[in-house]
């Protein structure tokens, strides 16, 4: 990483990122791939430091992953638990935070219900704190996003520039799917075709610059790169979809639909999973499924950021 893209503050957007920046964190988590999974690597950059997981949404992936993150670079980690604690009486998302800071916390990933809460909280904490966005609303999650694009890296390679991207479901209400295009626009990503049914797709702002289908086939075709969403019924307004039924007949990620991507084209899914709603068992546990991967990558781009943030010396 050269100078001019760090220190980086906070992580709030992929779109606050420079295409060199983005491409510095990608490159930092492949070297970081062999460290992420355990062992006795000796590496221990945040070592002193303490990282406070604030998730105020249910997590399992993102919350996991921060955690052994932060162990496996030698952090202490705070895991908030949401039911014990004093969010439960009354206490601002703020007040949690500087209640943290006075603790000696510096490094925290939060993940909030609110569009815009952890971006809000960057304008106002301590001048050591680092705050990482670990899902915001249906706005950002740029770990996610990070995590995606080093997996399409490690199948695809680093050009983008020929593939295709196939993102499929619940796009309106997905902040995977707006962190996702970000980078993939970032990374000069050839071609991005975005197909749900019309309740579920974003606005133009967010759509800018792909082809958007009201057919999965259409979509589809010819993709190297497919990405699909869970239907997020708690951000979505009742009667949105009629049933999930229907909605896997029309949309659900099946072989047949499949078939009709290219024949090494990788299937990637954020989790958690709805199985036979947006996709078919034969689908997610199949050669082409790479999900299991991303969980995997989820730790080392986590270490990346966390790495970055805190202004440690990458491993040699
Ligand atoms: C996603 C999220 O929370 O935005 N999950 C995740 O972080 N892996 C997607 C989802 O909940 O559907």
Redesign the pocket.
């Known amino acids: 990483m050269t100078r001019d893209d760090l220190p980086l503050r906070h992580l709030l957007a992929i779109d606050a990122l420079s295409a060199t920046t983005l491409d510095a964190l990608l490159r930092r988590a492949a070297a970081l791939r062999p460290l992420a999974l355990g062992g006795d690597h000796g590496h221990r950059p945040l070592a002193g430091a303490t990282l406070a997981n604030l998730f105020f949404?249910p997590?399992t992936?993102?919350r996991c992953s921060f955690r052994l993150a932060g162990v496996r670079l030698g952090a202490e980690v705070i895991d908030f638990d949401m039911a014990a604690s004093s969010s439960r009486k009354g206490e601002t998302i703020g007040d949690t935070l500087r209640t943290l800071e006075a603790m000696g916390v510096t490094l925290f990933a939060i993940?909030h219900g609110v569009d815009g809460a952890v971006a809000a909280l960057a304008t106002d904490c301590a001048p050591q704190t680092r705050l990482i966005n670990a899902?915001d609303g249906r706005s950002h999650?740029p770990t996610?996003a990070l995590l995606d694009m080093l997996t399409i890296r490690q199948h695809k390679g680093e050009d983008f520039s020929r593939l295709k991207v196939a993102i499929l479901g619940d796009i309106r209400h997905?902040?995977?799917a707006r962190s996702d295009l970000h980078a993939l626009r970032l990374l000069g990503t050839c071609s991005i075709a975005l197909a749900a049914p019309p309740a579920l797709l974003p606005d133009s702002t967010v759509s800018q610059g792909c082809t958007v289908h009201d057919h999965a086939e259409e979509a589809l075709h010819e993709a190297d790169v497919v990405i699909t969403?869970?239907l997020?019924r708690e951000r979505m307004d009742e009667g949105l979809i009629s049933s999930a039924d229907a909605f896997y007949r029309d949309w659900g990620l099946t072989a047949e639909r499949l078939a009709l991507a290219r024949p090494d084209a990788i299937v990637m899914h954020?989790?958690?999973m709805n199985r036979g709603v947006e996709i078919a068992d034969a689908v997610a546990d199949g050669p082409q499924s790479v999900i299991r991967e991303q969980v995997s990558n989820g730790v080392a781009a986590r270490m990346a950021v966390l790495e970055a943030l805190a202004g440690g010396q990458p491993a040699s």
């Open positions: 949404e997590s992936r993102t993940r899902g999650h996610q997905s902040r995977v969403l869970r997020q954020p989790g958690p």
